[in-house]
């Protein structure tokens, strides 16, 4: 798998479970619940495909498929723990931090926050804000095994499927269990 699949991938997962987020929030406000706004949410959806954003990464960072592949673990991490749906309004930003975690520890030499910043399409002082917020919402768990980094690889490589499965969390399924659940499951081949 070469880093634009893997952007590409990545790109469709999220996309996926926006919209899924979406019709979950829908759902919860339909039936008079509140849904909860994070520090994440940007007051209104940001008009750009999320692929697009992914390749603008990888062409002003160079950054290499690890990068995408250890961003969706954390993305996993960061739905887990901070038990939040991917939305249309969070997606940017949970991104954001995901890439920039992930590149900080793979890499040795990266980027200043003021160029993930501009490149991220945030102020330097809401990119600081978000990624210290990001690191104690995933509990600072930035190791990745090279097994879970292996099942996720594979999984990408499965990615049209796995979307297109009606059981999996990835398919059209997964609406109920959005407000509590991971975006993958082991269903997935995911943990």
């Known amino acids: 798998m070469q880093t634009m699949e893997a952007l590409v991938a990545l790109g469709s997962i999220v996309d996926q479970a926006a919209d899924e987020g979406?019709?979950?929030t829908a759902r919860r406000r339909a039936k008079g619940k509140p849904v909860p706004l994070t520090y994440y949410d940007a007051e209104e959806v940001v008009d750009l495909d999320t692929a697009d954003y992914l390749k603008r990464w990888s062409r002003h960072l160079r950054l290499p498929k690890a990068v995408f592949v250890v961003a969706s673990v954390y993305l996993d991490r960061f739905v887990e723990?901070?038990?939040?749906s991917i939305t249309h309004y969070n997606?940017?930003?949970?991104?954001?931090?995901c890439l920039v975690t992930a590149d900080k520890f793979l890499n040795d030499k990266c980027a200043t926050n003021r160029h993930y910043a501009v490149v991220g399409g945030v102020e330097l002082e809401e990119l600081n804000h978000l990624e210290r917020m990001f690191l104690a919402d995933i509990r600072f768990g930035l190791y990745v095994?090279?097994?879970l980094y292996e099942?996720?690889?594979?999984?990408?490589e499965h990615v049209d499927?796995?979307?297109?499965?009606e059981d999996s969390l990835w398919g059209s399924g997964r609406e109920e269990s959005l407000g509590s659940q991971s975006m993958h499951s082991a269903e997935c081949g995911f943990p």
């Not at 099942?151 to 990408?156: G, I, L, T």
């Not at 499927?161 to 499965?165: A, I, K, S």
């Open 22 to 24: 979406e019709q979950w």
């Open 81 to 84: 723990k901070r038990k939040v």
């Open 91 to 97: 997606k940017f930003r949970a991104l954001l931090c």
């Open 145 to 147: 095994s090279n097994s």
């Open 151 to 156: 099942q996720y690889c594979e999984a990408f």
């Open 161 to 165: 499927e796995l979307l297109d499965d």
